[in-house]
């Protein structure tokens, strides 16, 4: 079973539209949750991390419930700049990362 | 501040040659992690450098090899290059404790 697993989408959404992305991961040790938003050909770049008792930073609010081994990222008001691959990241041990394969958000106009 | 620097940005190489890859980590980091990302998929984890040695590895052959400097920077060696290493390598640089990684742009590498 792979470490952490997404649904890859595309999720294809209108501006101003509310869009969920969820990730499960496998091991109940990992100790710290990313997401990670990644361009078209662009390296991944840290979005937020995400706490127990969710996060919120301006349209983004992420979840995160270690019971169900579940992590989940919404997107508000959804922009055209807005669309990219959305990362799931977690840390087990030590600082290796363990990341999805991502999901593909396109908002169009 | 400058932030991670990977060279070069893209690369070709022949099959059975080999590659050498640079990191220089951000100001302040200490620990080195190189991920390969093939076309559609996530980063896989490769190894990590921490104090000059290896500290974990990925499911990855020993012909992916690297070494830290004392200045923290880091190379990645493929050796026997494979047209299945063609990806993008990506370096990530961090410190102890809790945090994310901040990413070098990566290499791309195109294996012919």
């Known amino acids: 079973r792979k470490e952490v697993e997404q649904d890859p989408g595309p999720f294809n959404v209108p501006e101003g539209a509310t869009v969920a992305f969820n990730c499960t991961y496998s091991?109940?040790?990992?100790?710290?949750f990313f997401w990670y938003r990644q361009d078209c050909r662009k390296e991944p770049k840290l979005l937020m991390s995400?706490?127990?008792s969710g996060n919120e930073d301006g349209r983004f609010t992420a979840q995160l419930n270690r019971a169900s081994q579940y992590i989940s990222l919404l997107i508000r008001d959804s922009k055209l700049s807005d669309s990219a691959t959305y990362l799931c990241?977690?840390?087990?041990?030590?600082?290796?990362?363990?990341f999805g394969t991502g999901t593909s958000l396109t908002v169009i106009p | 501040d400058a932030g991670v620097t990977q060279s070069p940005t893209h690369l070709i190489k022949t099959r059975g040659q080999q590659v050498t890859l640079r990191c220089s980590p951000k100001s302040g980091h200490d620990t080195v992690s190189w991920y390969q990302q093939a076309l559609g998929q996530g980063p896989q984890f490769i190894f990590q450098?921490?104090?000059?040695?290896?500290?974990q590895r990925g499911n990855f052959p020993d012909r992916f090899s690297g070494h830290q400097f004392p200045n923290y920077s880091s190379e990645l060696n493929v050796n026997a290059l494979l047209l299945g290493d063609s990806a993008l390598y990506l370096c990530?640089?961090?410190?102890?404790?809790?945090?994310?990684?901040?990413f070098g742009s990566g290499t791309r590498l195109t294996v012919v």
């Open positions: 995400v706490y127990s």
């Open positions: 450098y921490y104090e000059e040695e290896e500290r």
């Open positions: 091991n109940s040790a990992s100790q710290s």
């Open positions: 990530a640089s961090s410190r102890a404790g809790p945090g994310g990684y901040t």
């Open positions: 990241v977690v840390n087990r041990r030590g600082n290796q990362f363990y």
